[in-house]
């Protein structure tokens, strides 16, 4: 009888933020606190505007956010058990160093609002913790890295694992974190709830 095994595994880490949050992340206050950020950061309006970056993104504007706001302090310390669990199952031999937050922004998405394909580069560890994710609003889709060495492939069977599948869907809950590493190449199809959909994202570094 055959053997087959998989090889060079994809992890993708998905958890309740709160699972390891020493004080525990109060949504409301999270969500508030991105909505009023939005609301007086103009030069990310503006830096959106020009860029054509439908919604809001504090990522080109701001790089202060756990200063700003005691909840994104938080926040900070509970990605960094996260990260640190999601390290261990990876087998990550850090030596001296260690995986560091050097990003974190947050992200306002509009009905009609996408936002296109993309790797994260120079980190080691990427995710997002979902603030609010209204009914019917898009899920995170994820790439098979090997795509473009695929050339001549067949299609894959609707019915064939996930885990054969060239790109796969996660739909993340309000309070949910994602993480994975960095060169994983993912995107936000268009958001189609006529609410907006939020959430905050972040890379980890080895220093």
Not at 2 to 16: E, G, M, N, Q, W
Not at 61 to 85: M, Y
């Amino acid at each position: 009888m055959a053997d087959i095994t998989s090889l060079f595994v994809t992890r993708l880490y998905r958890a309740a933020l709160n699972d390891l949050a020493k004080p525990g992340i109060d949504g409301d206050e999270l969500r508030s606190t991105c909505e009023s950020i939005a609301e007086e950061d103009e030069a990310g309006q503006t830096w959106c505007e020009e860029n054509g970056y439908p919604g809001y993104t504090s990522y080109a504007s701001l790089n202060d956010l756990p200063r700003r706001a005691p909840v994104f302090a938080d926040l900070r310390k509970a990605l960094d058990k996260h990260v640190a669990a999601f390290a261990a199952d990876l087998g990550f031999d850090l030596g001296a160093g260690k995986l560091t937050c050097d990003s974190l922004w947050i992200n306002i998405l509009p009905e009609g609002g996408t936002h296109a394909s993309h790797i994260h580069t120079h980190s080691v560890i990427s995710g997002t913790t979902y603030v609010a994710m209204p009914e019917g609003t898009s899920a995170l889709k994820l790439e098979d890295p090997r795509l473009p060495m695929m050339m001549h492939a067949p299609l894959r069977r609707k019915e064939a694992g996930q885990e054969l599948q060239p790109f796969v869907y996660v739909k993340p809950t309000v309070g949910d974190v994602l993480l994975w590493e960095s060169w994983l190449r993912h995107e936000v199809p268009m958001n189609m709830a006529e609410d907006e959909r939020i959430s905050v994202s972040f890379n980890y570094n080895w220093a």
